[in-house]
């Protein structure tokens, strides 16, 4: 059993950065791939980025590419989402997800831990 425990959201102003982060417990955190999604008021929860086991592929939602940047510290047993050039659009909770595969993909079943998510609100 893998728990995950985020961190890191708040309020900033668009334009600004955030750092997420994302602990997990257990001593096969590097044998998961790892996903961030967010869910903005209203709407569903939707994929924002994935890394696979050992950090070296990546991949981005469109509306996030090129801001966001996901990493990961397997010694550290986390998993980071640096985000940049934060728009209001931005605002929703933050969820770190883990995938019992290499490399995940962007659909949410293909994910089988969940943290319990952080706000991050993104003010105009």
């Known amino acids: 059993q893998v728990q995950l425990v985020e961190s890191g959201g708040g309020l900033v102003q668009a334009g600004g950065s955030l750092r997420l982060s994302c602990a997990a417990s257990?001593?096969?955190?590097?044998?998961?791939?790892m996903g961030w999604f967010r869910q903005a008021p209203g709407k569903e929860r939707e994929f924002v980025a994935r890394?696979?086991?050992?950090?070296?592929?990546?991949y981005y939602a469109d509306s996030v590419k090129g801001r966001f940047t996901i990493s990961r510290d397997n010694a550290k047993n986390t998993v980071y989402l640096q985000m940049n050039s934060l728009e209001p659009e931005d605002t929703a909770v933050y969820y770190c997800?883990?995938?019992?595969?290499?490399?995940?993909?962007?659909?949410?079943?293909?994910?089988?831990?969940w943290g319990q998510g952080t706000q991050v609100t993104v003010s105009s």
């Open positions: 257990g001593r096969t955190f590097s044998r998961y791939a």
């Open positions: 997800a883990g995938a019992r595969s290499l490399y995940g993909d962007v659909r949410e079943v293909s994910y089988d831990y």
């Open positions: 890394i696979n086991w050992s950090g070296i592929s990546t």
